[in-house]
């Protein structure tokens, strides 16, 4: 996994005071990872436009127009006077060499957006915003410099954005390049050192970003198992018997040796997964809330008083009743409208979906400050997930999930990983990922996978 900042202007400030590296040296370091970008994928003489705005983010700009000056073919484009003395510096070195300045955007093959970065205060204003929306109607590849303009340091939009193919940020990986409204814009991420080893710049976080190899798989190296080794998990059932059967078929193929529904009427089940109407006695990890509906209040108050591993999905959220199981070390798995319903059951705040998604950091931190125990799992196109203080960042879900059932698959995967045994948070994160990753290794076409489709490509990881 790889580490992630809320800011990273302190760690710039730590490589000048401990390092003795200069705001030059590292402007320069910049530049040659935005060079690189173009040099290892575009041949000599391509056009590139470089746009850039008055801050640092387009004196980085202007630093690389001066490096691929002769080489390629540089278009620098400098809508508004400057106003950063390095960015004055860098027009000078530039000019000196030859590079000249263009009065009006052109189409290239390369399009290179430093206008505004993470010093983006404002709203952008309106010659910014046609800029970008020209920029945006190229058919340019694409790279933002730090991070697309028009995103702010939040990951939050308020008029547009520039659409990168590729983000070349600084030093370190920001949040606000993993929010959900940041996800269509940033394109493939790439750090660039700032003079540094990144293991160098980098100090303590919090905050981490999910890689393929953090997937830790169910591991079948005992030989002498049984079916009872991977243990029982229970999966309640509710009025949408639907939801629990289908997360009922996600754990079973996911490896849990025995998966049971409790349920008191009749169920349609697949030949292997078996019917209860209680805990069953060995019964390792429970699933509740998914499709629960209607309920037994007595019923479901028992089940959250287990001390078994347990994950809450869906319903049980906008309920008083789940504040019982929030002292213990219980999954939770709410989408952001489920998310805004148990922050206000908790007391927390009393917000709105889009008020949630501008601040899913900020609100994930609050409830875990609360409830340190609980492993939280925000759904989203960035699925956050967290316990106490650390937030882990999943990226690899794509909107071929945006379909009913998807989380009833999450569900029961999160269940089965519990009942086999992992640690709460170390299941949300495997599940997660195995989510994520298999709904990607699903290649008929992007918008016709089904949970039992999800639940194949899982058992095929
Ligand atoms: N160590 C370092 O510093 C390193 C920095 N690096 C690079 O620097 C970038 C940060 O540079 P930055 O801080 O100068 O901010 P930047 O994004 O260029 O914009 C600030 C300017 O824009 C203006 N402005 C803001 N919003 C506006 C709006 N809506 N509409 C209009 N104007 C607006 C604002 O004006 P003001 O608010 O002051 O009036 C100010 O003049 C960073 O992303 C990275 O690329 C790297 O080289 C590595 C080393
Ligand atoms: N655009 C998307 N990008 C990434 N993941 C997505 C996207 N849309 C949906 N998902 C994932 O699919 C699942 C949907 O869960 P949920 O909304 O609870 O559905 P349901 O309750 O119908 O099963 C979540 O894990 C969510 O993160
Ligand atoms: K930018």
Redesign the pocket.
């Known amino acids: 996994m790889q580490n992630i900042y809320y800011e990273v202007g302190s760690l710039?400030k730590r490589c000048y005071e401990q390092f003795a590296l200069s705001?030059d040296l590292?402007?320069e370091h910049?530049a040659l990872a935005l060079e690189k970008e173009i040099t290892k994928t575009f041949d000599k003489n391509s056009s590139v436009l470089i746009v850039s705005?008055?801050?640092?983010?387009?004196?980085?700009g202007i630093a690389l127009a001066r490096l691929l000056y002769k080489t390629y073919d540089v278009k620098l484009y400098i809508p508004f006077e400057l106003?950063?003395p390095m960015a004055k510096l860098q027009l000078k070195r530039a000019q000196l060499l030859g590079v000249n300045l263009i009065n009006e955007l052109q189409e290239c093959d390369i399009v290179v957006d430093s206008l505004?970065?993470?010093?983006?205060?404002?709203?952008?204003?309106e010659a910014?915003q046609k800029i970008i929306e020209t920029l945006n109607s190229y058919n340019s590849y694409k790279i933002a410099?730090?991070?697309p303009t028009g995103i702010d340091f939040k990951g939050d939009i308020s008029t547009l954005a520039f659409f990168a193919d590729v983000t070349v940020t600084?030093g370190a990986l920001k949040t606000s390049l993993f929010t959900d409204t940041a996800k269509d814009y940033v394109g493939e991420i790439v750090v660039a050192n700032?003079g540094v080893q990144r293991e160098v710049y980098e100090t303590k976080t919090d905050l981490f970003l999910l890689e393929k190899e953090d997937l830790k798989l169910p591991l079948r190296d005992k030989k002498n198992a049984h079916k009872g080794t991977f243990g029982h998990l229970n999966v309640v059932i509710g009025s949408k018997k639907g939801a629990g059967v289908i997360a009922a078929k996600a754990a079973f193929g996911f490896g849990a040796g025995l998966v049971s529904v409790i349920c008191h009427e009749c169920v349609d089940l697949p030949y292997h997964i078996m019917q209860t109407h209680n805990l069953s006695e060995n019964c390792t990890a429970i699933a509740l809330g998914m499709g629960l509906g209607i309920y037994d209040e007595k019923e479901i108050e028992n089940i959250l008083q287990s001390k078994l591993p347990t994950i809450i999905d869906a319903d049980l959220f906008y309920e008083d009743i789940i504040k019982i199981a929030l002292q213990k070390e219980v999954v939770l798995t709410p989408h952001p409208k489920e998310f805004c319903a148990l922050l206000n059951v908790c007391e927390l705040a009393d917000i709105k979906v889009k008020e949630l998604q501008k601040n899913r950091f900020k609100y994930v931190e609050m409830f875990c400050k609360k409830y340190p125990k609980v492993v939280l799992l925000l759904k989203g196109a960035n699925v956050l997930i967290a316990q106490n203080e650390k937030i882990f960042v999943n990226t690899f879900g794509s909107a071929v999930l945006s379909k009913g059932g998807s989380g009833d698959v999450l569900g029961g995967l999160v269940g089965s990983l519990l009942a086999q045994g992992y640690k709460p948070l170390d299941a949300a994160i495997s599940a997660s990922l195995a989510h994520a990753i298999a709904a990607s290794n699903y290649k008929k076409n992007n918008y016709s996978l089904i949970p039992s489709d999800l639940v194949e490509e899982v058992k095929r990881l």
């Open positions: 710039d705001e590292l402007m910049a705005g008055m801050g640092n983010n387009g004196a980085d106003k950063s505004f970065g993470s010093g983006l205060k404002r709203d952008l204003n910014s410099c730090d991070i600084m700032l």
